[in-house]
């Protein structure tokens, strides 16, 4: 059985699309605990009317406003189901959620689900959506269980800090004691990390359909309209907290930093009021940021020297600075840092007389060829498979079509992981030197 836990407070404008929705499954061995927090319209009527026409349906009533997150972890505490989900009360589903993420657990044996969201707007809510997927995602995630063992942070997928798009083993929310935090926003952030943190198997849906359609509105009883950054900092300092209590910092605190810094950098440019963002600033500036680099003490030193430099540039810079706004890339860094180690290549390249193509002149390409322009270094041409910029100038190159490739290439660069992957299928058997510039600037080897 599957135990459906859905939160709700003065939900009643959507409520019953959201019933319908979930009664609606293919998938019908389920309960849905519907918790109301307290609220002062028709949510309650509601939920009596449909549960007298379903028995699945099991109400709690909270007798004092306790927010999303002690809802949540009230459901989860009379759950009965082996499966765990918590969907929310202004949204709507795929038919076969249940069926599709419970027969994967099944499959997979595995202690986390995840699956396709979207954030729509109300009018269009109900037009169905297919999510595109490269081949190398699905080949990682979709066809064997993995965990965070066996990826480096920046590959193992940044996915979403909400509940909505995963499904739960119950017992293994039991053996890990993972509870949501009671915050007024952000409550979900460590709940989710921890889980992925935790499991020893995850497994993406390998269904491009999107299974649970998040519902973009603007009624007051939603607390993400006005939220306070300091809520992020919160769930932040508790996934420190909770991943030092379990013996797991040591192991994941580069995963850590980098989930830090990437919610920092994200939170800052939205908020909209500027007094709360220079407090939120000074706040980390003064405190936050020193608080947990000194956390890890000695495990600080895994983080990666970028989110390192992001973070620091909290310690060394005011915010009238700005440079929150736009701060270095990933690629930029490393080639300001490591750009040494590139021209030495391209250089013994040249003396063999070897011809080096870049391929691809997205952001990274372009930056590239600017920095090679101020080390006086040239390579003999460029390729794109995108026909639109095949023929246009760049850098003073004409941008070719791949085909050029085995006519003129001895070695050919790129500038992402992905381009490397799909660069390496397209190549097949050539014999061609394939090399992928951010790994060389970061001294890793490709997996």
């Known amino acids: 059985m599957v135990s459906i836990i859905m939160p709700l407070f003065n939900a009643a404008k959507y409520l019953p699309e959201a019933l319908h929705s979930v009664l609606g499954q293919t998938y019908q061995d389920f309960e849905l605990i519907c918790v109301d927090d307290c609220s002062t319209d028709d949510t309650g009527k509601f939920l009596k009317e449909f549960q007298k026409k379903d028995e699945r349906i099991k109400i709690l009533t909270n007798q004092k406003r306790l927010g999303a997150a002690l809802s949540r972890n009230r459901g989860l505490k009379g759950a009965q189901g082996e499966y765990v989900l918590f969907l929310d009360g202004d949204d709507i589903f795929e038919p076969e959620l249940l069926e599709k993420a419970g027969r994967a657990m099944e499959k997979y044996q595995t ?32 066809k064997k269980p993995f965990s965070a063992n066996g990826f480096e942070p920046r590959e193992f997928p940044n996915w979403s800090d909400a509940p909505y798009d995963k499904m739960f083993r119950k017992k293994f929310l039991e053996e890990n004691k993972l509870e949501f935090q009671d915050i007024p926003s952000c409550n979900d952030v460590c709940f989710a990390k921890m889980a992925l943190f935790c499991a020893q198997k995850i497994i993406w849906l390998e269904d491009r359909r999107v299974m649970v359609y998040v519902r973009d509105h603007f009624e007051p009883s939603r607390i993400s309209l006005d939220r306070d950054p300091m809520c992020v900092y919160y769930a932040m300092e508790n996934l420190a907290e909770e991943l030092y209590k379990r013996n797991l910092f040591s192991r994941l605190a580069e995963f850590f930093y980098y989930t830090f810094i990437s919610h920092l950098l994200y939170v800052l440019p939205k908020e909209k009021k500027e007094e709360r963002r220079k407090s939120f600033y000074d706040f980390l500036q003064k405190e936050g940021v020193p608080k947990l680099i000194a956390y890890g003490k000695g495990d600080y ?9 992001l973070l620091e540039n909290f310690l060394n810079h005011t915010y009238e600075s700005g440079w929150f706004y736009n701060p270095q890339s990933y690629f930029q860094f490393y080639l300001k840092k490591n750009g040494e180690v590139l021209c030495n290549f391209l250089r013994e390249k040249q003396l063999q007389k070897k011809g080096v193509i870049l391929w691809g002149i997205g952001r990274n390409g372009t930056i590239l060829l600017d920095y090679l322009s101020e080390c006086s270094l040239k390579i003999s041409g460029i390729v794109d498979g995108d026909e639109s910029k095949q023929g246009t100038n760049v850098g003073g190159y004409k941008i070719e079509k791949p085909e050029i490739c085995c006519r003129e290439a001895d070695c050919i660069i790129v500038a992402s992981k992905q381009l490397y992957i799909d660069v390496k299928s397209a190549l097949g058997n050539t014999g061609i030197e394939l090399v992928n510039i951010v790994e060389l600037l970061t001294k890793r080897k490709d997996t």
């Open 111 to 142: 202690d986390v689900v995840c699956y396709e969201y979207l954030h729509v707007p109300s009018e269009t809510i109900y037009h169905k959506k297919v999510v595109e997927r490269s081949e190398r995602f699905i080949e990682n995630y979709c």
């Open 301 to 309: 030193d895994k983080a990666d020297c970028y989110d390192k430099y």
